[in-house]
């Protein structure tokens, strides 16, 4: 049986769509980062002002697609 989904549950499904673990990120943009440059980049997180993008759930992080955007987008600067 299935459930139709609130509009509640369609946000926070939408919402976790945001994060992608950061071992992902050198394969979802290829041309843009290594996977030593994430490394490091996580890292030094609380250092350079992207710990408010990352979640960590275990041993895993989490980085939240549209802050980091706007993390490297004003590292520009």
Not at 54 to 57: A, D, E, F, K, P
């Given at each position: 049986m299935t459930h139709p989904q609130t509009p509640a549950?369609?946000?926070a499904?939408?919402?976790l769509r945001e994060y992608?673990?950061?071992s992902d990120l050198p394969r979802l943009f290829p041309r843009q980062f290594s996977?030593?440059?994430i490394q490091w980049v996580m890292r030094q997180?609380?250092?350079n002002g992207l710990e408010h993008a990352?979640?960590?759930?275990g041993k895993k992080l989490?980085?939240?697609l549209p802050s980091f955007r706007d993390w490297v987008v004003a590292q520009r600067n």
């Open positions: 549950h369609t946000d499904a939408e919402e992608v673990a950061s996977t030593a440059q997180r609380h250092v990352v979640i960590r759930l989490y980085v939240h």
